[in-house]
Nanobody, 122 residues
Framework: QVQLVESGGGVVQAGGSLRLSCAASGRDFSYYAVGWFRQAPGKERDFVAAISWSGGNTYYADSVKGRFTVSRDNAKNTVYLQMNSLKPEDTAVYYC???????????????WGKGTLVTVSS
């Protein structure tokens, strides 16, 4: 089992920045990929970014490439999402995910946090 707790959400103006954090507990953090998904109002949950167990490989949705950066600190059991140049369409509940993988070309995860709301005002 893995427990995930997100923090860092809030309200920011378009063009601004936020950094999300996710603290993990349970299974050895350094053994699995982690990442972020988001769900906008009235839409399905979508993949945002993922990072391999070592941090050596990162993956991003096209919509956030060049603006968001995912990173991890295995010593602190924490994964981060640095979000820059935020747009109103980035408004969503952001979910931390653990044991992230691709199945049939679709990103998914075995464990989820409860989410943190990010609101980008225009």
């Amino acid at each position: 089992q893995v427990q995930l707790v997100e923090s860092g959400g809030g309200v920011v103006q378009a063009g601004g920045s936020l950094r999300l954090s996710c603290a993990a507990s349970g299974r050895d953090f350094s053994y699995y990929a982690v990442g972020w998904f988001r769900q906008a109002p009235g839409k399905e949950r979508d993949f945002v970014a993922a990072i391999s167990w070592s941090g050596g490989n990162t993956y991003y949705a096209d919509s956030v490439k060049g603006r968001f950066t995912v990173s991890r600190d295995n010593a602190k059991n924490t994964v981060y999402l640095q979000m820059n140049s935020l747009k109103p369409e980035d408004t969503a509940v952001y979910y931390c995910a653990a044991v992230v993988y691709r199945s049939g070309g679709v990103w998914t995860s075995d464990y989820w946090g409860k989410g943190t709301l990010v609101t980008v005002s225009s």
